[in-house]
């Protein structure tokens, strides 16, 4: 089956709104792989607003299952990267004060940066992926950098499957099969739900992970963390 990560930033940012320790972010990441989730993802930021580095080093000895740390690869990123030595760390090309992902990488353009960091992490035995558009180019570009992964950004997937159009799946297919072809890992993530999950995953070929935060999050306030954690897991089979 398709592999689940859930992103916890939502729940630092609870924590951080007040101050103190509530909801205990090691905790609730506890649960969640008691719950069954096959991971947890990380994507702290420079100014720390929600996952603080500390928070990257603390769940290091808590992540039993697969830890994923996503980031701008920015030499703060790469130190604490190399620090905390999660099972894969995903390169996101993040501006400084963006509220979420916004694009994937032009793995043309960036292709030597993206080369030299991804064999920095290879080298101390961490999986690499790249966040990307899907876009043949872009994907045959990541295969050029070395990376063992992609990750397929998928905030237009869920847009377009929300206004009914299923046709929106199609990209993210042709980018799947090329990637498959070319030997590369396929993971995905963002704006993925309850909705449109199952969906998604029944139609790209080779989904080894996705990466579920905002969404999960926000459907276990009404249905429960445990009860959620299980419904994708449900919809991964």
């Not at 930033?9 to 069954?36: C, E, H, S, W, Y």
């Not at 928070?55 to 030499?75: C, F």
Request: aromatic fraction near 8%.
């Amino acid at each position: 089956m398709t592999k689940l990560s859930v992103n916890i930033n939502k729940i630092a940012t609870l924590r951080n709104a007040r101050g103190g320790n509530v909801p205990d972010l090691l905790q609730v990441a506890k649960d969640i792989q008691k719950f069954g989730a096959h991971g947890i993802t990380i994507h702290p930021r420079p100014d720390e607003r929600h996952i603080r580095y500390q928070d990257a080093r603390d769940l290091k000895s808590i992540v039993y299952t697969e830890y994923n740390i996503e980031g701008n690869p920015q030499h703060n990123f790469i130190d604490l990267v190399l620090e905390c030595k999660p099972t894969q760390v995903t390169l996101v090309p993040d501006a400084i004060g963006a509220i979420t992902s916004s694009a994937g990488w032009d793995t043309i353009k960036n292709q030597a940066y993206l080369t030299e960091v991804i064999a920095e992490f290879q080298r101390n035995g961490i999986r690499t992926s790249i966040f990307v558009d899907p876009v043949l180019e872009m994907v045959e570009g990541a295969k050029a950098t070395g990376t063992d992964r992609i990750e397929l950004y998928t905030e237009e997937f869920a847009h377009q499957y929300s206004l009914g159009n299923k046709n929106g799946i199609d990209p993210y297919v042709k980018a799947a099969v090329l990637a498959n072809e070319l030997g590369l890992g396929i993971n995905a993530g963002h704006d993925l739900s309850l909705d449109n999950i199952q969906f998604f995953k029944e139609n790209i070929p080779g989904l080894l992970e996705v990466s579920i935060g905002h969404a999960l999050i926000s459907e276990a306030l009404y249905l429960g963390l445990d009860n959620v954690v299980n419904m994708y897991l449900q919809k991964l089979k």
